[in-house]
């Protein structure tokens, strides 16, 4: 069911967003739903829907690592052994779909996927949860990761190709660091790379 996005709930959001989060993280959230509403525009999406998407997309990001996994025991939300043991990186994205329903009323599934997958990705994702994705890697605030200026571009051009550069520069990341993979970043690439190559 998509819920109507109004300008008022927008306001309301961004006000609670902004006591909730660190004024770092809240600056990073108006960014990414900023990014996220112009590429909407570009790629033919609901601007409202993006600009929700990126409001809540770290709306658990404050919760300490304790209290993420002891909310996705609470409320059953499967957690894997790579989720449990990078909580604040990984299991942020699932507990914020969770509060983003019952904590915020959000009931349109594909903003709740979009919250829910923008830190790992998904095989077959929606343009939502493309764009999403892109823009909590690509919105201004972003200066260290590696190819930018190259995945910014692509972002306004191909969502599929820059979501592409941003799982093979993720990946070559971990692997130089030897930082843990997640299974589904992994199975997001692999799916891409079927469907590029189709």
Not at 136 to 154: F, M, V, W
């Amino acid at each position: 069911m998509v819920i109507s996005m109004k300008t008022a709930s927008l306001k309301k959001l961004r006000k609670e967003m902004e006591k909730e989060l660190h004024t770092k993280r809240y600056e990073h959230t108006l960014s990414v739903a900023y990014t996220a509403a112009s590429l909407a525009m570009v790629h033919g999406v609901d601007t409202n829907r993006a600009m929700i998407a990126g409001m809540l997309h770290d709306c658990a990001k404050c919760l300490s690592s304790k209290k993420l996994i002891s909310l996705c025991k609470k409320h059953n939300l499967p957690m894997s052994e790579v989720e449990m043991q990078n909580p604040t990186a990984l299991l942020h994205a699932k507990a914020g779909s969770f509060l983003a329903h019952k904590k915020y009323g959000i009931e349109d599934e594909e903003v709740l996927n979009a919250i829910k997958y923008h830190t790992t990705g998904r095989p077959d994702m929606g343009k939502l949860e493309k764009i999403l994705y892109i823009a909590d890697y690509i919105e201004p605030g972003r200066t260290h990761a590696a190819n930018l200026s190259q995945i910014r571009k692509l972002a306004y051009q191909d969502l599929d190709k820059a979501l592409m550069r941003i799982l093979e520069d993720t990946l070559a990341y971990l692997h130089s660091t030897g930082g843990v993979i997640d299974a589904m970043t992994k199975a997001t690439y692999t799916s891409l790379c079927h469907r590029i190559d189709k």
